[in-house]
């Protein structure tokens, strides 16, 4: 029997997301049609003994985080809850807080996923390697570049036997082209050294002037206290992959997996794409649309569209690279290149709304997605154009490289701002 925990964060996270994450949890943007972590629920479902699927964080829970744990169970006939940490306890802290219910039921062992990331999650793969050897702790690791690589995990492996042997979080200088991705499989055992950890914190904390005080001895970062500890001692393992795998920590990073996740649905979910039908619209590639939105048949859509619940695109209109949430009205003829449109949101006829991608270089096969500030000496980086919720575009304006927040109605065209 298995068991998934997938760690959430809350609302102090996700900070690079914004105006995005005002309106819905990152965990719950719509990334390729739906929520970022039914990505990660789908994988955990499919993996033969899966017994419940653990959401852990800090968020209050809403409306649209128990309407999603209602819809995942009943579309997965799985347990799916959530449990939520009395104060941010870290990557590690959760795991350990709740780990009688992680371990009820006795489960061979528990994934545990980290829910901004967008990957082919070869779990299975995961599994037929923890179980010829039972290590405590298997990491998924991928390539990244050497400058690119300190933004993550970096791992040292015995490359014959695959132990991680050495561990440093985001480094400041090259350790190793093998990063961390978030997601990791771990035996009942790997909680040990997580009970170690907390009593240390526990005594630590007594001994400070100010006992009590935050960080509390709650707190565990899974990536310092335990992998970097661990490291050398035969307990951690990694598992390389070259599937897909990207961070999604910024708009323009949800573009970007939604790309990846449209492109893997040809083999997973063919019926979410759209497909050329007479008198309908025409699609150029990847193209996902919500079944209640309404597309003109003079529209050009594609490639990496996603157009959510009850959108409206009207004549003419050309979207490409882009996301369209729930409700947007995208007028006859408007022109919508590597954007974000907001909920609610409507861009007037003949409006043009346009950004500039940040996709990583194709002729560096290490690369991966930057999702670095918005900002470098001062100034705003050109990025995709990001409507957030019910903004009025008004017709035939110019909209390039800028951030709108919620409920502005804009008079004219801007470049390279943020309109707050
Ligand atoms: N429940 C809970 N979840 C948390 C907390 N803090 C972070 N998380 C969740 O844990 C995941 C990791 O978040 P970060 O702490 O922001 O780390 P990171 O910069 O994304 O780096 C991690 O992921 C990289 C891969 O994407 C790794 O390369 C790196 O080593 C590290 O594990 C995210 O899904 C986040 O929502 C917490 O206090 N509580």
Redesign the pocket.
């Known amino acids: 029997m298995l068991k998934a925990v997938?760690?959430?964060?809350?609302p102090q996270?996700?900070t690079r997301f914004r105006p995005l994450s005002f309106e819905v949890p990152?965990?719950l943007f719509p990334v390729a049609g739906v929520p970022m972590i039914q990505h990660h629920i789908e994988a955990c479902a499919q993996v033969p003994g899966m017994q419940e699927i653990l959401l852990?964080?800090?968020y209050q829970p809403d409306e649209a985080l128990t309407q999603f744990l209602e819809a995942a169970q009943q579309e997965f006939n799985l347990p799916v809850r959530y449990l939520q940490?009395f104060?941010?306890?870290?990557?590690g802290?959760?795991l350990y807080h709740f780990r009688d219910q992680i371990l009820a039921g006795a489960p061979e062992a528990f994934f545990v996923?980290?829910?901004?990331?967008c990957s082919d999650f070869p779990l299975s793969a995961m599994l037929e390697a923890h179980r010829r050897q039972r290590h405590p702790f298997l990491l998924l690791g991928t390539t990244a570049n050497r400058t690119q690589s300190l933004?993550?995990?970096?791992i040292v492996e015995n490359p014959q036997t695959h132990e991680v042997l050495h561990y440093v979080?985001?480094p400041s200088t090259f350790i190793s082209d093998i990063?961390?991705?978030?997601?990791y499989l771990f035996s009942p055992e790997a909680l040990k050294p997580l009970r170690d950890v907390f009593q240390r914190n526990q005594q630590d904390g007594q001994l400070e002037e100010s006992p009590g005080s935050w960080p509390g001895a709650g707190?565990i970062?899974?990536?310092q206290d335990v992998?970097s500890a661990l490291a050398g001692q035969g307990q951690i393992y990694v598992h390389l992959t070259d599937g897909i795998w990207s961070?999604i920590?910024s708009a323009g990073s949800a573009l970007y997996a939604s790309r990846l996740y449209l492109g893997r649905y040809q083999i997973t979910h063919p019926e979410r794409l759209a497909r050329h039908t007479p008198g309908g619209p025409r699609i150029r590639g990847n193209v996902y649309i919500h079944p209640t939105a309404k597309v003109a048949p003079s529209a050009v859509l594609g490639p990496n569209v996603s157009i959510g619940k009850g959108v409206t695109i009207g004549e003419g209109v050309r979207l490409r690279e882009s996301i369209v949430l729930h409700g947007a009205t995208l007028q006859e003829h408007t022109c919508v290149l590597h954007s974000i449109v907001g909920w609610g949101s409507t861009v007037g006829r003949w409006a043009r709304v346009e950004g500039t991608p940040n996709d990583p270089n194709p002729n560096d096969p290490r690369a991966r997605m930057d999702s670095e500030s918005l900002f470098k000496d001062g100034k705003l980086l050109p990025a995709i154009t990001i409507l957030g919720c019910r903004v009025r575009i008004p017709a035939e304006v110019l909209i390039l490289n800028s951030i709108v927040l919620p409920h502005k109605e804009l008079s004219r065209s801007f470049t390279n701002q943020i309109i707050l």
């Open positions: 997938i760690l959430i964060g809350g996270k996700g990152k965990p852990i964080g800090f940490e104060a941010p306890l870290g990557t802290g959760g996923l980290n829910a901004d990331v933004n993550y995990g970096c979080e985001k990063i961390n991705c978030g997601i707190t970062r899974l990536e992998f961070q920590k």
